[in-house]
């Protein structure tokens, strides 16, 4: 569908520092089989997901997520799975922190009030690893990895020569101390 060309796709993200993405995308890769595995660059978790927004309020969104205060934390990513619904292959922690249930909840609630639109649906903490997938029974053991979760990202999703592209716009760093 065409998108007017004063909106942008967006949706705000924890982001992996380069070399987790890249261990996930090794991953990914040799878990693929006939599906799509996700670009290193392109991995991330959604925190909330806006879609088509008009480019004028990026703005607001910035210092709407600026003012959300959360705590650095640890995600254990020591899961993995297939959802049959949407075909992907993600990975995840067995159990969400709390700091990160807590982000989500201050994160959405100012998005609420704010009266931002966003995809109402509850959140399933999961970074998608391979899309179009048919299964997981011919992946490759999982090694569960540490995530030293500092930031968030309000990201906007394009087609970049023909490519889908995520793009951080700005990051929002955790409170120190
Ligand atoms: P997914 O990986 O499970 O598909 C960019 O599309 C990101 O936003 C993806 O991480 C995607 O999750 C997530 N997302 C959440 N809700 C979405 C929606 N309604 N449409 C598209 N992407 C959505």
Not at 40 to 60: C, I, K, M, Q, R
Not at 92 to 103: F, H, S
Request: glycine fraction near 8%; charge should be positive; include cysteine.
């Amino acid at each position: 569908m065409e998108q007017a060309a004063d909106t942008v796709r967006l949706f705000f993200a924890l982001w992996p520092p380069g070399d987790l993405q890249a261990k996930l995308a090794v991953w990914a890769r040799q878990a693929a089989g006939r599906g799509r595995a996700m670009r290193s660059e392109n991995l991330h978790l959604t925190l909330a997901f806006l879609g088509v927004t008009e480019a004028a309020l990026v703005p607001d969104l910035t210092s709407l997520a600026a003012g959300v205060r959360f705590a650095a934390f640890r995600l254990p990513l020591d899961r993995v799975g297939y959802w049959k619904h949407n075909r992907i292959i993600w990975c995840g922690a067995a159990e969400d922190p709390d700091a990160l249930t807590a982000l989500v909840e201050s994160l959405r609630g100012r998005l609420c009030a704010a009266g931002m639109r966003y995809d109402p649906k509850p959140f399933v903490s999961h970074l998608t690893l391979v899309r179009d997938a048919s299964g997981i029974s011919a992946a490759p053991p999982w090694i569960p990895l540490l995530w030293e979760a500092g930031d968030f990202a309000l990201v906007r999703s394009a087609r970049v020569e023909g490519r889908l592209t995520y793009q951080p716009l700005q990051r929002f760093p955790a409170a120190r101390g």
